[in-house]
């Protein structure tokens, strides 16, 4: 191994007994305090990603924080050098994914841990892969070295007066990569926001430092129709009370649930993701977090994606605390705050409550993430108050039925059906828990398109041999 190759964990102290140091559910289990004995090397782009050798394993830092400018230098570099089998590890990315054309096959392969849209049509293709894996065990790929990292690619804030980076927008399986790569390529970035908690990094622990400044990418809010609009009427009505601890999915209907809930009082949030709708909740004085048992006062998240008013709202931001995954999405640390209430998204539900939220039939179009993390956490509540809320449109964009009979013939069950709780269209709400099979085809009916009831009546008593009731 080259010299440049120090693995992390020999700039770490030894642990020689579990019992002297803390859980790192509570605090992070290795020190990123500075190495006095060591700098980062100061490169430019073309130099820094010739560290990169053919076969290595490669973590790319994702969501708002993907180095984009590392990515397509390296993209070049791999054509030059003529690299082969060069895997590229990550979360979802927001960029072009140029590595997963198909002029890249046997240069580099993707492997998402949760699909982006600039995957998905690789990962059909046999390009690339995708991992089903929840979101708070994928920092034990790293740390059990499942996944053994040659090098991180990461993106960060220039070092402050002490020399410690942040890593901004996007903490969560981050900060065990770099733990467990042998070699940190990082892109310093003034536009990165200086976010607090678990995503701060000692400029010694860098190896190779490449300075380049370009605004982060921005997702932009999308116009919500009146479907998505009438479901989150439905759930902050109905489901959301005062002093609530929120937790959201990724997507639009999640987000337009928290635009409903500017009156509500004493909020708090503990989540894997936050967007610029939290911002406007504190801005309203909904959100104080004053009630929670975890981390009381702050904001928890794991990453953050929306636009410059996030971005600016998270920088040097005390009210956030941005933490690991495995911290944010802890089960047994979401339960123990008030009132848990977690809203995610799905795909497809069937009539007995099975939901789909990773894939259309055979089709990957996404991941488990975190949702699966917070329906239980939500539903162990130790106050007996949580709701874990699965909502969806009652049709596609197309006019095709989210309810079905069976899922389609290749689809994944994220949740199952011993698991939901709440399902959620903009025709009601349907409380599952508890309920036989016959019970719960009744309620999903009753929250279905009008169009699709009497098909969904007629599947159901063919299946159940009696007609769904109450």
Known sequence: ??????????????????????????????????????????KCAEEAVQAIQSGHKIFVHGCAATPNYLLSVLADYGKKAALKDVELIHIPTVGPATYTEPEYEGIFRSKSLFIGANCRKAIAEGRADAVSIFLS??????????????????HVSPPDQHG???????????????????????????????????????????DCMVEHNTPL???????????????????????????????TGIGNLPDAVLHKLYNHKDLGFHSEMMSDTVVNLVEKGALTNAKKSIQTGKIVASFGMGTGKLYKFLDDNSFVSMHECDFTNNISLICQNPRVTSINTCLEVDLTGQVCSDSIGSYMYSGFGGQIDFVRGAALSLDGEGKPIIACTSTTDEGISRVVPTLKEGAGVVTTRAHVHYIVTEYGIAYLFGKNLRQRAYEM??????????????????????????
């Open 1 to 42: 191994m080259s010299a440049l190759f120090k693995p992390f964990s020999r700039l770490l102290p030894r642990v020689t007994s579990i019992g002297s140091r803390r859980s790192f559910f509570i605090y992070s289990p290795d020190a990123l305090s500075p190495q006095h004995d060591r700098e980062p090397a100061k």
């Open 137 to 154: 065990e994928i920092p034990l790929l790293f740390r059990r070295k499942i996944y053994k990292l040659d090098v991180a690619l990461i």
């Open 164 to 206: 410690f980076c942040s890593l901004g927008v996007s903490v969560d399986c981050t900060r065990a990569a770099i733990q467990a790569a042998d070699y940190i390529i990082a892109q310093v970035n003034e536009h990165m926001p200086r976010t607090l908690g678990d995503g701060l990094i000692h400029q010694s622990h860098i």
């Open 217 to 247: 990418p921005e997702i932009m809010p999308i116009i919500r129709t009146p479907e998505i609009n009438e479901i989150a009427r439905l759930i902050s009505d109905n489901l959301v009370e005062d002093g609530a601890t929120l937790q």
């Open 445 to 470: 009916i009753k929250i279905a398109h009008p169009s699709q009831r009497e098909l969904l009546e007629k599947a159901a008593f063919e299946r159940f041999k009696c007609m769904p009731s109450p």
